[in-house]
């Protein structure tokens, strides 16, 4: 069935160039609660020699993980839209044959065309350039800031949709799906995830690793929209999402339809655990990032960056969340609710 949809995509890619070049892509992210607790958890992840620096400082990076979605929506940066996706099918469908960097890119396709079909793994791998230059430096602002940032981005490359130009199932009929898997599915289930990854890893070879998230998450693409399309096929509308008085689909504050709770209920359990992965994942990737910066940086000494009875007060907090962590919970992420509670 992906063969039929990768068909229809292919013909109704021609005829919606015009339209992409006049407006712009939307990418949502995986939510407030999906980002918050990826960064939260790339936090426990890391050894004891970043973590203590990282954990003084967690609310931060914690809250800044949605804030690459803010510049975006709250504050129109036109610049910021094209980092968190990248539509592999105009540039030829697969990871093998893309260009490894942007420049090259740019050389290969154009500039306007780059921004329209979204930049996101070279986007990781200029953050990753800049972090290690700021662990470099020691510059506490800059490496909190970039490393908050990378997260999102890291978080992002690990969504499925944010790989094709069907990011929202706009070609396949089925418009909403974007937030209903990255935002509503974590937010009815995700308190049951376990979110316990292994210890931060040095990365030998970031571009390779990068369009090897990228490749990935493509490949994820078949069973999330043929799953989700078949249920729609098999159920009326009023199966499918929350339907107000007058009849009509509900929606959230972000216009996204929300989807009723059975629905989503089976549509998660077929996908036998996918966002859980990628939510895993993306924990996984970040937290090896910021190590391999600090590690390609020479390991500066992160300690002195901070007073040592900072450190001391939070020691004790850093311990109990950490063996939360290994049960694979992560604590202490109050995010806003993007979606209405419906568990019945």
Same mark, same amino acid.
């Given at each position: 069935?992906?063969?039929?949809?990768?068909?229809?995509?292919?013909?109704?890619?021609?005829?919606?160039?015009?339209?992409?070049?006049?407006?712009?892509?939307?990418?949502?992210?995986?939510?407030?609660?999906?980002?918050?607790?990826?960064?939260?958890?790339?936090?426990?992840?890391?050894?004891?020699?970043?973590?203590?620096?990282?954990?003084?400082?967690?609310?931060?990076?914690?809250?800044?993980?949605?804030?690459?979605?803010?510049?975006?929506?709250?504050?129109?940066?036109?610049?910021?839209?094209?980092?968190?996706?990248?539509?592999?099918?105009?540039?030829?469908?697969?990871?093998?044959?893309?260009?490894?960097?942007?420049?090259?890119?740019?050389? @290969?396709?154009?500039?306007?065309?780059?921004?329209?079909?979204?930049?996101?793994?070279?986007?990781?791998?200029?953050?990753?350039? @800049?972090?290690?230059?700021?662990?470099?430096?020691?510059?506490?602002?800059?490496?909190?800031?970039?490393?908050?940032?990378?997260?999102?981005?890291?978080?992002?490359?690990?969504?499925?949709?944010?790989?094709?130009?069907?990011?929202?199932?706009?070609?396949?009929?089925?418009?909403?799906?974007?937030?209903?898997?990255?935002?509503?599915?974590?937010?009815?289930?995700?308190?049951?995830?376990?979110?316990?990854?292994?210890?931060?890893?040095?990365?030998?070879?970031?571009?390779?690793?990068?369009?090897?998230?990228?490749?990935?998450?493509?490949?994820?693409?078949?069973?999330?929209?043929?799953?989700?399309?078949?249920?729609?096929?098999?159920?009326?509308?009023?199966?499918?999402?929350?339907?107000?008085?007058?009849?009509?689909?509900?929606?959230?504050?972000?216009?996204?339809?929300?989807?009723?709770?059975?629905?989503?209920?089976?549509?998660?359990?077929?996908?036998?655990?996918?966002?859980?992965?990628?939510?895993?994942?993306?924990?996984?990737?970040?937290?090896?990032?910021?190590?391999?910066?600090?590690?390609?940086?020479? @390991?500066?000494?992160?300690?002195?960056?901070?007073?040592?009875?900072?450190?001391?007060?939070?020691?004790?907090?850093?311990?109990?969340?950490?063996?939360?962590?290994? @049960?694979?919970?992560?604590?202490?992420?109050?995010?806003?609710?993007?979606?209405?509670?419906?568990?019945?």
């Amino acid at each position: 069935m992906f063969t039929g949809i990768i068909s229809v995509m292919k013909q109704k890619i021609m005829s919606v160039c015009l339209l992409l070049f006049t407006t712009t892509p939307i990418a949502y992210g995986w939510g407030t609660w999906g980002h918050n607790h990826i960064n939260k958890g790339a936090v426990m992840a890391l050894p004891s020699e970043m973590g203590l620096f990282f954990y003084n400082h967690v609310d931060f990076i914690t809250e800044e993980s949605t804030v690459p979605d803010l510049r975006k929506y709250t504050l129109g940066d036109k610049n910021e839209n094209c980092r968190h996706y990248i539509d592999l099918e105009p540039y030829g469908y697969g990871t093998a044959s893309m260009p490894k960097t942007l420049s090259d890119a740019i050389a @290969k396709y154009g500039i306007d065309s780059v921004n329209r079909y979204g930049i996101l793994p070279w986007y990781i791998q200029s953050m990753m350039d @800049k972090l290690t230059e700021a662990f470099r430096n020691k510059r506490k602002t800059e490496i909190l800031l970039l490393a908050a940032d990378l997260g999102h981005y890291v978080g992002d490359a690990h969504v499925p949709l944010h790989t094709t130009i069907n990011h929202n199932g706009q070609f396949t009929g089925q418009q909403g799906i974007h937030a209903f898997w990255e935002s509503q599915l974590p937010e009815l289930f995700g308190r049951n995830y376990n979110l316990h990854t292994r210890q931060a890893r040095h990365l030998p070879d970031i571009e390779k690793t990068t369009w090897s998230i990228i490749d990935s998450s493509y490949r994820l693409l078949s069973k999330l929209l043929t799953t989700e399309k078949r249920m729609k096929d098999d159920n009326p509308e009023e199966k499918q999402y929350q339907i107000g008085s007058d009849g009509s689909i509900l929606k959230n504050k972000f216009n996204q339809p929300i989807h009723a709770y059975e629905y989503a209920h089976v549509y998660h359990e077929l996908l036998d655990g996918m966002v859980e992965q990628q939510m895993r994942n993306a924990i996984r990737f970040t937290a090896d990032l910021w190590y391999t910066s600090w590690i390609n940086a020479g @390991k500066p000494d992160l300690n002195t960056l901070d007073n040592k009875s900072l450190t001391e007060r939070n020691l004790p907090y850093y311990n109990e969340d950490l063996k939360a962590w290994k @049960k694979g919970k992560v604590r202490g992420c109050k995010a806003d609710k993007e979606f209405p509670s419906n568990h019945p």
